[in-house]
């Protein structure tokens, strides 16, 4: 079956812009969450959505927002760029197993992300 | 605060026994440990999961003291193509808030 898919692959903006990456889960699968990896960070929890809710948030700003669709797409939307946002953003799908987030997740390539 | 922390980096060579070791001081009662594989320009791949003891699947094998403040990774006779970046994940929380958190990484060299 098809794996988790992101567009799209690569993006330049220019700071104060606003972007919007999408993310399409693996088929059946209800529960998506979002990642920042910097070389300097490393993998950071961004949120995740299950059924078109916010379940878990981390750490970031409001400026980092998101959403999720009745067919499980989600998006994630960053406002107002700033020059350390440049990073690769990566969408995971899981099976939703009980009320714990950490379940085996599918992740996609990713959107690298350069903002100028 | 909830943290983990691995090894930034190992060497080991084509045949060998690897273990990497991940320690987790906060992590939530109810929830698993997972590893997971990512190779440059690629997304993290699930390599393993376990809650307590021993797990083993056809590709590593993960094990848990008691208390589960550790885990530790084993790869058995790696080869070149387990070259990688292996991170340790669990969950924690904080204020009633769950969160993921990642560890660094730890960067796998296996040379022949």
């Known amino acids: 079956k098809a794996g988790v898919t992101q567009t799209p692959r690569y993006l330049i903006k220019t700071r104060g812009q606003q972007v919007t990456l999408s993310c399409s889960p693996i088929s059946g699968h209800r529960s998506v969450s979002w990642y920042q990896q910097t070389p300097g960070q490393g993998l950071q929890f961004l949120f995740e959505y299950f059924s078109e809710t916010q379940r878990n948030k981390g750490n970031f700003p409001g400026r980092f927002s998101g959403r999720q669709f009745s067919n499980s797409r989600s998006e994630m939307n960053v406002s107002t760029l700033e020059l350390g946002d440049s990073a690769l953003y990566l969408c995971?799908?899981?099976?939703?197993?009980?009320?714990?987030?950490?379940?085996?997740?599918?992740f996609g390539q990713g959107t690298r992300l350069t903002v100028v | 605060l909830a943290k983990t922390t691995q090894p930034i980096s190992m060497d080991s060579y084509e045949g060998q026994e690897v273990n990497i070791t991940c320690s987790h001081n906060n992590i939530a009662t109810n929830d698993y440990i997972t590893w997971y594989q990512q190779f440059p320009s690629q997304g993290p791949r699930f390599i393993i999961q376990g809650y307590k003891t021993k797990v083993t699947n056809e590709v590593a094998s993960l094990f848990i003291p008691a208390d589960r403040k550790s885990s530790t990774l084993s790869l058995p006779r790696v080869s070149l193509s387990d070259t990688a970046v292996y991170y340790c994940?669990?969950?924690?929380?904080?204020?009633?808030?769950?969160?993921?958190?990642w560890g660094a990484g730890t960067k796998l060299i296996i040379k022949p």
């Open positions: 995971a799908s899981s099976l939703m197993r009980s009320d714990v987030v950490n379940t085996e997740a599918f």
């Open positions: 994940l669990v969950g924690a929380r904080m204020d009633s808030n769950y969160q993921l958190i």
